[in-house]
């Protein structure tokens, strides 16, 4: 049974559908390129959307960071009370360069007139405008102040709004803050119900130097500030709220909103609200407002390390102080006018309010180096090493704490790079101009526990910020897997990856200790190469055992699940080759004879790593009481027949702990077809180092052992093992104690306050993972479901075929349509995959799917080289592969298709396209090269047809003289092309996919 579709996949289902939380630029930035503003009424705006998904305006508050360069006090500059102090001058001690911004800043006066709601003339407070259904006076804290109320039921938005101009020479961060009450507030806290800024920034016609350019950033304005933390719903007195506006240029006006609109019903009060402009250094750094603390005078020394590599990337640091003096590509400056003071190894530990540079002094060891550095202070000791190489460098950090307690922590390194006319490489497809924001990313978050500082955590390894002549990327190695972030902060000039984690004293392998791994490398000659795509092939190079391609391109092909393929009905001239089947999942080993003789791979399915599913046919279990289901297991453990008693051991000994020190499970009343009736799922680590007596059985070696693994003598022709449901639970977090001690990764912390520490579930299912492969007999392989699947980047570098369960058939008004991934998800899949194979099994009642909608998906398919299945309408029964009249209606377009997808995938997916078509509609991939074939794949995502030129990088590509372009999907037509020549032309269909294949003339 496919369990997974039950409880996981119908979430990835969800997410392609919802998918505010993994499309964004980044949890902390806006996409302001792609961000598409109404305007509402009297300024108010609201985010329309986001490339194709819709936001509300509170998802752009907390996470939008915007700002740049500001006001920064002299080192000997006095600050007044509240404000921040110069650090201390000894430059090896660990010093302040970041404090969170509160309200104690260095600020001017209140920009509003009438903040207190004092003066009233008819009954309206002087100096405010009503919005929308307006606002009441009432009683405030003191005197007079504005209520808000709003029935159950009523769509009206009410509010009250004062414009402010401020026609700013220099931009500088906005303080605003005010006091609300509730009563009976409905509804969670967001924006509706909130204080709220819309900003409008003084424009290039307006300031041509200090400007904002509409076509950088749309419609010139910062939308949506709200205060942070936001205000509480329910029912409450006064509580006074604040945050911080930071502009990315001059503002010209700020719109103050106080509203009461969306899901909420109820009685709000505000009064006495500010808006003030900040005389002192805000920036935004990842979720936060932080406040730049100048570093000290002589805060590093004249002696310098350098850092080279083989390929001319240097690294000038500080012998002492740590910092970064200066960064050096080929011998072009990527550090500019950045700021090395911020620049270097900083750690914040959770809870606390300052970002603390670490400090330190350089010694060598051979050719690398080490920096330690004395925290004493902060009860930690850190060492940096940084290991040199011929064109990488890598850097390994380690935290030791000193007081035996659990402490979480970030930890950053920090590159100085301010690189002229540059980009940020969100993806191979779409790529920002580091001036239409202020801090980019690309995080997403998952279903389960919020881990680590933000809750987001990088869907892609690396991060890049470059020009068309290079630039430098920073990320983590493969065999790292990290709550991290890499991005870029425009405004403080930094590159920057982070990695969250926890040192505790029940780590055994490495008490009260923490590590993480980091790699920068350099790219060059971009040209007119998105930028992304130069790095990630970077990326390939320097790290092909995390890519290799170990199933042979000749057995690719579709993927199947279960099916008894013996069974499929073939007419005259027909076979079950005609379906191009590669991959046949199964958990019948009597499957193997008939794959074998029909060159299909077969695996069997051998392990979902998180779950136990505890069917319980025992009426006086209650399955909702806590007590009463662990009874149960204990029974079946001490008295339950053989297969029950491993069941039960396996999940006491596996099973994850939640704060309280309990089991957790899921309980249903009445579970799916594989646990019918009452059924408790059990969330379990797969860590096959588990050992906690009496039970000498854990989740891995119940599942891997001697018996399962001694199949393969009987059975030779089993190719391998299939692991289901990859990602399942992959951020829950495990809190059991007893598992702290086998961890070969440090601990993670969860968001949400008191920020409790443990292992996420993923780690221990990588930690399977790896040792499984390493049981696995010489020459076979392992597979996965659910694999790169939210845009969550963990297990690319594991598997030999990667796949995910789809459901891509969508109810509309006119009846069922297909409607695809995006290109950023497709994109994504192809883009970590490399070379390797990759497929989809789609699950939808195929009644709904008609023959059209089949080629329109594989041919969207095709256009990324993934390889195009199906499965059932339920991840369980009505396999499509029992139901003839639908694999005979589609079984000419695998015919057709599929050995095309094969072909091309033989070439190999390449990074680098050499190939343009200047037309942002209309997307290429690039297959192989000249010598192996060479192919492009032309995807048309308008909807209108598209007269195409496509350009040739000839030297690139190696063509010499004259070539052939051939159509290979529908035309075959064939142009020739001369040897001065390197573009050719053709019309493509709206929403459309062509494939052509580019061969030299024999003799050229």
């Given amino acids: 049974m496919r369990r997974s579709i039950y409880v996981f996949i119908s979430l990835l289902l969800i997410a392609y559908s919802c998918s505010d939380d993994t499309d964004r630029i980044s949890s902390d930035t806006s996409d302001r390129d792609a961000l598409l503003y109404d305007s509402v009424s009297d300024g108010v705006e609201v985010a329309d959307k986001i490339g194709g998904d819709y936001y509300l305006p509170d998802e752009l508050s907390d996470n939008d960071i915007e700002s740049d360069d500001g006001f920064v006090p002299d080192a000997d500059t006095e600050l007044p009370d509240g404000g921040i102090d110069v650090v201390s001058k000894d430059i090896t001690k660990p010093r302040v360069v970041y404090r969170a911004a509160d309200d104690s800043l260095p600020m001017g006066e209140n920009l509003l007139k009438n903040p207190d709601f004092e003066k009233i003339e008819s009954n309206v407070f002087a100096d405010w405008k009503p919005y929308r259904g307006g606002y009441s006076v009432s009683e405030g804290r003191s005197g007079y102040g504005v209520l808000l109320q709003r029935n159950e039921g009523d769509t009206e938005q009410y509010g009250i709004y004062q414009t402010v101009t401020l026609n700013q020479k220099v931009k500088k961060a906005l303080f605003f803050a005010g006091w609300s009450k509730t009563e009976n507030l409905s509804g969670v806290s967001d924006a509706a119900a909130s204080i709220y800024l819309d900003i409008k920034y003084i424009t290039k016609d307006e300031d041509p130097i200090n400007g904002c350019d509409p076509n950088i950033v749309p419609n010139c304005a910062l939308y949506g500030q709200i205060p942070n933390p936001k205000f509480d719903t329910g029912t409450h ?106 620049s270097g190894i900083i750690i914040h530990e959770i809870g606390k309010s300052e970002w603390v540079h670490t400090g330190g002094l350089f010694e060598k060891t051979g050719n690398n180096y080490t920096l330690k550095t004395d925290m004493k202070d902060y009860d930690i000791q850190l060492t940096a090493s940084f290991d040199i190489g011929k064109d990488t460098i890598g850097v390994h950090i380690e935290l030791e704490g000193v007081d035996s307690k659990n402490k979480s922590f970030t930890v950053y390194f920090s590159l100085p790079v301010d690189i002229t006319d540059s980009f940020w490489g969100r993806d191979i497809r779409r790529e920002l101009p580091t001036n239409s924001a202020d801090e980019f990313s690309d995080t997403v978050t998952f279903w389960y526990d919020r881990l680590g500082y933000t809750g987001r955590f990088s869907s892609y390894p690396i991060g890049s910020v470059y020009n068309k002549e290079g630039g430098i990327v920073l990320g983590l190695p493969p065999e790292s897997y990290r709550i991290h972030r890499v991005f870029y902060n425009r405004s403080l000039k930094q590159l920057v990856i982070a990695v ?133 297991l204990s029974k079946l453990y001490t008295s339950g027949s053989d297969r029950e008693k491993k069941t039960a051991e396996k999940t006491f000994s596996s099973g994850i702990f939640d704060e309280n020190q309990r089991f957790v499970y899921t309980p249903y009343q009445s579970g799916p077809t594989w646990c019918s009736g009452k059924c408790a799922l059990f969330y379990l680590s797969a860590d096959p180092d588990i050992s906690i007596p009496p039970y000498t059985l854990n989740q891995a070696t119940y599942s891997v052992n001697e018996v399962t693994l001694g199949v393969y003598k009987n059975y030779p022709g089993l190719d391998g093992e299939y692991i289901d449901s990859f990602l399942m639970w992959a951020t829950y977090l495990n809190q059991r104690e007893a598992h702290f001690e086998v961890t070969d990764t440090p601990l993670v912390f969860k968001t949400e306050k008191p920020n409790q520490v443990g292992i996420p579930l993923i780690f221990s299912t990588i930690k399977f993972t790896e040792w499984l492969k390493r ?230």
């Avoid at 590599?309 to 012998?319: C, H, M, P, Q, V």
């Avoid at 008490?511 to 990630?536: H, M, Q, W």
């Avoid at 170990?550 to 199947?560: L, M, S, T």
Wanted: charged share 25%; with cysteine; aromatic share 14%.
């Fill in 500 to 632: 969250d984690m926890a040192i505790a004293p029940k780590t055994k392998k490495f008490p009260d200790k923490a590590f993480a791994d980091f790699i920068l490398y350099r790219t060059e000659n971009i040209g007119s190469e998105n930028g992304f795509r130069v790095a990630f092939d970077g990326f390939y190079k320097r790290f092909p055992q995390a890519f290799e391609r170990r199933i042979p391109p000749e057995k690719e092909g579709i993927w199947v699940a279960f099916a008894d393929l013996s069974k499929v009905i073939n007419g005259e001239g027909e076979s079950i080759r005609d379906f191009n089947i590669g991959i046949h999942e199964t958990g019948n080993l009597k499957h193997i004879e008939f794959d074998e003789a029909n060159d299909i791979l077969t695996f069997r399915y051998i392990i979902e790593p998180g779950s136990t599913w505890l069917r319980i046919p025992d009426e006086s279990v209650d399955v909702e009481n806590y007590e009463s289901v662990i009874d149960y």
């Fill in 775 to 1004: 049981q696995l007999p010489l020459g076979k392989n392992l597979i996965a479901n659910g694999v790169l699947a939210g845009k969550v980047m963990w297990g690319y570098n594991l598997f030999d075929f990667m796949g995910q369960e789809i459901k891509w058939v969508k109810e509309s008004t006119n009846g069922y349509e297909l409607v695809p991934e995006s290109d950023e998800y497709l994109s994504y899949r192809r883009s970590l995959s490399y070379q390797r194979p990759y497929g989809f099994l789609m699950n939808v009642d195929f009644n709904n799917m008609s023959y059209e909608m089949v080629e329109k998906y594989i041919r969207v398919c095709l256009f990324y080289g993934i390889y195009p299945s199906m499965f059932s309408r339920n991840a369980s029964e009505d396999n499509y592969f029992t139901l003839p009249q639908f694999y005979q209606r589609d079984r000419g377009l695998f015919k057709k298709y599929i050995p095309l997808i094969k072909e091309m995938n033989k070439a190999g997916w390449e990074a680098l396209t050499q190939a343009y078509t200047y037309d942002k509609d209309v997307y290429i991939e690039r297959f192989g090269d000249i010598k192996k074939g060479l192919y492009y794949t032309i995807r048309n995502v308008s909807d209108t047809q598209k007269y195409v030129i496509i350009t040739l990088v000839r030297n690139a590509l190696g063509i010499n003289g004259d070539f052939t372009v051939k159509e290979i999907l529908d035309s075959g037509e064939i142009k020739q092309i001369k040897s001065n020549e390197s573009s050719f032309d053709f019309t493509i269909q709206p929403q459309s996919i062509k494939l052509v294949k580019i061969e030299s003339i024999s003799g050229q």
């Fill in 237 to 342: 007195d006064y509580q006074k709220r604040y945050g911080y506006a930071v502009p990315l240029y001059p503002v010209k006006t700020v719109s103050f909103y106080l509203l009461l609109r969306g899901e909420h019903y109820g009685k709000m009060w505000f009064d006495d609200v500010e808006l003030r402009e900040v005389e002192y250094e805000i920036a935004g750094f990842v979720s936060a407002k932080i406040a730049v603390v100048p570093p000290p005078a002589g805060y590093k020394s004249a002696e310098e390390v350098l850092v080279e590599t083989g390929d001319s990337l240097i690294l000038r640091f500080s012998e002492n102080g740590g910092v970064i003096n200066g960064l050096y590509a080929g011998g072009k400056d990527l550090k500019g006018s950045s700021r090395d003071y911020l």
